[in-house]
């Protein structure tokens, strides 16, 4: 069994893979606050809960952009499994080939949802990640990862808009059923929801342009079935590509 941790700055998705399938998974969120004993207890609750012995997790593997917390959790993993977890990150072959200014800054995360994507889809591909960030990456045919754009996530973009503006109270992440709204709260999801969805459409055309190549577009991240069900362009849904792109990348690393 594999354990694989997907590290953002708001959660953690956690998965265990029997062999080749994605036996059980949880998200809980990411309290830097939190010791590594603390987390290993949920850890061990978390298994406990799923009839999983420790003693049968073979390997562990973490993406991550939350260095602090990701020390505790490596921590809490060896406490529970005895098993030193693998870290995405220079140094470990990926089969992805990087090709952007310090590729050392890539986001684990985004590395391994791009393995993910490779091994599964096939390239080009335009890949979109919905958490904290909306980030939008380009990969080609042969696997090389060129680059991409990053903007406010959704969460993000409707906190600013409502801790700036006075008058204007949060709304819960629901399209409205029209564009031209007739009151402040449906103007904000207006706003938010429909906005984002123009702004995915308009990157995958400009992308498209730019890198002359019909590419499968996969979107991925906890608000992502929100915004492309409003959006124009046929985008692919994908739950647990990162963690299904961890997984690949520990078998690529074995030893």
């Known amino acids: 069994m594999l354990l694989a941790a997907d590290v953002g700055n708001t959660n953690v998705k956690l ?45 562990a593997i973490i993406s991550s952009v939350v260095p602090k917390f990701t020390y505790n959790l490596r921590s809490a993993i060896m406490t529970v499994t005895g098993k030193k977890s693998l870290l995405i990150g220079p140094g470990l072959k990926t089969g992805l080939d990087i090709k952007i200014e310090h590729p050392e800054t890539l986001g684990a995360d985004i590395v391994a949802g791009c393995v993910g994507a490779c091994e599964k889809y096939g390239g080009p591909l335009i890949m979109i990640f919905m958490g904290t960030a909306t980030a939008i990456v380009y990969v080609d045919a042969s696997n090389a990862y060129h680059g991409g754009a990053i903007a406010p996530g959704m969460g993000i973009s409707l906190d600013a808009l409502t801790n700036h503006g006075a008058l204007l109270s949060s709304v819960d992440m629901k399209a409205p059923k029209k564009v031209i709204s007739s009151n402040t709260s449906d103007c904000i999801r207006s706003g938010i929801m429909f906005g984002t969805a123009c702004m995915l459409d308009g990157m995958v055309d400009m992308f498209t342009e730019e890198c002359k190549a019909e590419c499968k577009v996969i979107a991925t991240g906890g608000l992502a079935p929100l915004a492309i069900k409003n959006c124009r362009h046929d985008i692919i849904f994908d739950e647990n590509i990162i963690l299904d792109g961890l997984k690949i990348i520990y078998e690529r690393n074995k030893k």
């Open 15 to 59: 998965g265990i893979f029997d062999g080749d399938n994605l036996k059980f998974k949880l998200r809980f969120s990411t309290d830097e606050n939190k010791t590594s004993d603390e987390l290993a207890v949920e850890l061990y609750t978390f298994l406990q809960i799923y009839n999983i012995d420790a003693k049968n997790i073979d390997g």
